[in-house]
């Protein structure tokens, strides 16, 4: 009868291990690169600017912020301020870079803008203070 020898264990755990440790290295590589992935709330948008239209109609403009925080932004929150009661008031949002505003003649107020993305709000940025007149530009 013909024996046949198996074949030796050192050959077999090198050709095995080789492969098997460049593929676990790779696999540690790879999930240590995603999870370095990191979300956050973006940055304020920039040089806010308001602009009369008529007496009771402006136009905020602002500039996209300089770090979305790894996620688009989705929108802008826009609120005003009430020098009379000392409170933000909602006055809705935007998916675009500006978004107009009506108040009543004589108001006094002052705005500000944060962006949003599927992580958070922004810190807001304001506005300079402005007085709804018939002096609108």
Not at 34 to 59: F, M
Not at 86 to 114: N, Q
Not at 119 to 124: E, I, L, Q, T, W
């Amino acid at each position: 009868i013909l024996k046949i020898k198996p074949l030796k264990n050192k050959i077999m755990k090198k050709t095995f291990l080789k492969p098997f440790v460049f593929i676990c290295l790779s696999l540690v590589i790879a999930t240590i690169a995603v999870a370095n992935v990191v979300l956050n709330p973006p940055s304020p948008p920039q040089d806010p600017n308001v602009n009369l239209k008529t007496a009771t109609l402006c136009e905020i403009t602002y500039k996209a912020p300089i770090d979305d925080g790894g996620s688009p932004i989705v929108s802008y929150e826009i609120e005003s301020f009430n020098f009379d009661t000392a409170k933000w008031t909602s006055r809705g949002s935007s998916t675009t870079l500006s978004h107009e505003v009506s108040m009543p003649k004589y108001t006094k107020t002052k705005f500000r803008i944060s962006a949003l993305n599927s992580v958070g709000r922004s810190h807001p940025v304001e506005t300079k203070e402005i007085t709804f007149s018939d002096l609108a530009r």
